[in-house]
């Protein structure tokens, strides 16, 4: 360093010294200053403890302090000013100091903040997060809840307001009688907006009404609705991030109509509902948070979108709902509900409106199937059967008895078309190949001669199908599944895990789930039991008997572990059920020899009923010229 640079510091040093010390505020100064911090933290204090008396400062007073504290450079930032300006007669309730209420009881406990009188956060005491916290439904400032309308040409924001509780009680314990929470924001001494929330015992419903009193002084007499806003993060609750999001959805129920619901699957879903609503639900996949309207929601905005995979929330929700309101009215209540709690049949069922059908069952028959067969079995088995495992065993066979005709039937017209086979290919190939209806014809001639419905087979399937589909819509929805164990699945709500990957699979996974490579293992063995194989009368079968397992498999493996163990099941009785029947009900040289009276012309001379299959086929070849033969 040289000697130019050495002075050129030292001037600088000298210069930056000398500023401050001729810059310093006098004694006077600082007196003067501390005096008008004191005066404004006064009003401050007189503002805030107004709010609580019914007015000790009015609005035009908070809208001078305001202004006199952004004058004055203290610490009240342009933006809140700006929102004390523009809240009018609520100036008061912009400035306060936040306090959190709590109401409890058996089941959840609610705390509630003074800063938008809202629900701050809600934990649900029975239940546990995968990695065991407590299950916190939602919580945090991000959450709006609140009404926003104007107000002497302003836009009033509840959400950003300071309320005050009605009462010195800041935790309450609901035991064996309802209790409320009462919380009131002023917009002057005798017209206010207040909350009251009321908890009953072991209850996950809340009561919530909405009252406004006075407020035909503040809000204009031609406005005829107000608008609730209500947002909110949906946190991740379950180990498999992608089976929850697949269940975790808004919903929401048309007054005295159906429930819909959005896509899960989609990245974003906004709609405009212009009709009337009773209800909107913020659905995670075991849990809800609801909010149900005594009068109904005039119309709808609705928002949901999905939140990146890092993230410790898997969804955000906002609705924008439209209440119907009198302005003219002095005293009037808007009613409301509040719903946090489980999606679980019954607990929602016997609230009504249709709560049950957060619980996604399926629809039509689907839905009738699980309702009024498997899930009163489910617990009624589960009134005396701790085991999940056990009773999914016990459903299991349940359900493969009340199917065992249909599957005999299917059994053994599939047994009958492999038996026939070697016959078809003898009457066919004997027809040119070019003539197609001709070859089809003699097939259904000879199937009709061996009393064989081509059909046969393929129709108890089909009526077997939805009930494959309801099971599969009713264990993944199934909350009694949650956390429960069984064998070396730790959740049978989620995936089981033998082995965690260090790398990803597209559509599989990081994990290798035990129960769907067992239930793909047996489902090649059912498969290839009933098909037969080689000797298969359906081309492309073979081809279907590896793909299809291998394509559970990777569809399935993040799927409930209840679900894959009870396909794993119902797997290994049909393959008992087939070797049952082959075994001892169907005995196939007794088959070939009837076909071979039928064809010879030696059997029995009644004719065979044809089949509707048969019968179209006939009045075809008729059409085109051909002559079925006797």
């Known amino acids: 360093m040289d000697r130019n640079t050495i002075i050129g510091i030292?001037?600088?040093?000298?210069?930056?010294?000398?500023?401050?010390?001729?810059?310093?505020?006098?004694?006077?100064?600082?007196?003067?200053?501390?005096?008008?911090?004191?005066?404004?933290?006064r009003v401050r204090t007189e503002v805030v403890a107004g709010q609580a008396t019914l007015g000790a400062a009015s609005a035009s007073d908070v809208v001078s302090a305001a202004d006199s504290l952004t004058q004055t450079g203290d610490s009240l930032s342009l933006e809140d000013t700006a929102m004390v300006?523009?809240?009018?007669?609520?100036?008061?309730?912009?400035?306060g100091a936040n306090e959190w209420i709590t109401l409890e009881n058996s089941v959840m406990k609610v705390i509630f903040s003074t800063r938008g009188g809202r629900p701050w956060s809600v934990e649900l005491k029975d239940y546990k997060r995968y990695d065991g916290s407590p299950l916190i439904l939602f919580s945090g400032d991000s959450t709006v809840f609140g009404l926003n309308f104007f107000a002497q040409n302003r836009q009033v924001s509840t959400n950003e307001?300071?309320?005050?509780?009605?009462?010195?009680?800041?935790?309450?314990?609901?035991?064996?009688?309802?209790?409320?929470?009462?919380?009131?924001?002023?917009?002057?001494?005798?017209?206010?907006?207040?909350?009251?929330?009321?908890?009953?015992?072991?209850?996950?419903?809340?009561?919530?009404?909405?009252?406004?009193?006075?407020?035909?002084?503040?809000?204009?007499?031609?406005?005829?609705?107000?608008?609730?806003?209500?947002?909110?993060?949906?946190?991740r609750q379950e180990k498999g991030a992608e089976n929850e999001n697949n269940y975790t959805a808004i919903y929401y129920k048309f007054l005295n109509d159906d429930?819909?619901?959005?896509?899960?699957?989609?990245?974003?879903?906004?709609?405009?509902?212009?009709?009337?609503?009773?209800?909107?639900?913020?659905?995670?996949q075991f849990f809800s948070s609801v909010l149900i309207s005594g009068k109904g929601f005039e119309s709808s905005q609705l928002r949901q979108e999905k939140l990146p995979d890092q993230s410790s929330h898997i969804k955000f929700y906002s609705a924008g709902l439209t209440l119907a309101y009198d302005a003219r009215v002095r005293e009037q209540v808007l009613p409301f509900s509040l719903y946090f709690g489980p999606n679980h049949f019954q607990t929602l069922r016997k609230h009504g409106q249709d709560l049950e059908k957060l619980v996604p069952l399926g629809g039509s028959m689907i839905r009738w199937f699980n309702r009024y067969l498997v899930i009163p079995v489910f617990n009624w088995l589960n009134t005396f059967i701790s085991s999940y495992g056990?009773?999914?065993?016990?459903?299991?066979?349940?359900?493969?008895?009340?199917?065992?005709?249909?599957?005999?039937?299917?059994?053994?017209?599939?047994?009958?078309?492999?038996?026939?086979?070697?016959?078809?290919?003898?009457?066919?190939?004997?027809i040119p190949a070019d003539k197609a209806m001709e070859k089809q014809q003699a097939t259904m001639n000879l199937y009709k001669k061996a009393g064989i419905n081509p059909m046969g087979g393929c129709l108890p399937l089909l009526v077997q199908m939805p009930v494959l589909f309801a099971l599969f819509r009713f264990f993944p929805s199934s909350i009694e599944l949650r956390q429960e164990g069984f064998l070396w699945a730790t959740?049978?709500?989620?995936?089981?895990?033998?082995?965690?990957?260090?790398?990803?699979?597209?559509?599989?996974?990081?994990?290798?789930?035990?129960f769907t490579i067992l239930m793909t293992a047996v489902t090649y063995i059912s498969m290839k039991m009933t098909s037969g194989q080689e000797n298969t009368a359906m081309p492309g079968m073979k081809t279907m008997m590896y793909m299809m397992p291998v394509m559970f498999m990777v569809f399935l493996n993040n799927f409930s572990s209840g679900l894959t163990y009870y396909y794993f099941l119902a797997n290994v009785i049909t393959i008992a059920q087939n070797y049952t029947f082959k075994k001892f009900f169907v005995n196939e040289q007794e088959i070939i020899r009837k076909i071979q009276l039928a064809t010879s012309g030696k059997g029995a001379k009644e004719p065979v009923k044809k089949s509707a299959f048969q019968k179209k086929l006939e009045e075809m070849a008729k059409k085109k010229g051909y002559k079925p033969s006797r």
Do not use: C
Not at 204 to 210: E, K, Q, S, W
Not at 413 to 425: E, G, L, Q, Y
Not at 494 to 511: A, K, N, R, V
């Open 10 to 41: 030292l001037l600088i040093t000298g210069l930056l010294i000398g500023y401050s010390v001729l810059m310093k505020p006098s004694e006077a100064q600082i007196r003067e200053m501390k005096r008008q911090q004191d005066s404004l933290d």
């Open 259 to 284: 429930v819909e619901d959005f896509s899960a699957a989609k990245d974003l879903v906004e709609e405009h509902i212009i009709n009337k609503t009773s209800w909107v639900a913020f659905k995670q």
């Open 85 to 95: 300006r523009a809240s009018g007669a609520f100036a008061p309730a912009t400035i």
């Open 390 to 430: 056990i009773i999914i065993l016990i459903l299991t066979i349940i359900v493969k008895i009340i199917l065992l005709p249909l599957t005999y039937k299917s059994y053994l017209s599939m047994a009958k078309m492999k038996v026939v086979k070697p016959f078809v290919d003898e009457v066919t190939k004997k």
């Open 491 to 514: 959740d049978l709500s989620t995936y089981d895990s033998i082995l965690t990957l260090p790398f990803e699979i597209p559509f599989y996974g990081d994990h290798v789930s035990l």
């Open 161 to 235: 307001l300071f309320f005050t509780p009605v009462g010195n009680q800041r935790h309450i314990t609901v035991e064996r009688d309802s209790s409320s929470l009462v919380m009131r924001v002023y917009a002057s001494e005798d017209a206010y907006i207040e909350y009251v929330y009321t908890m009953y015992p072991g209850e996950y419903m809340l009561g919530f009404d909405v009252r406004m009193s006075g407020m035909d002084q503040v809000i204009a007499r031609n406005i005829n609705s107000l608008d609730f806003q209500w947002q909110q993060f949906s946190p």
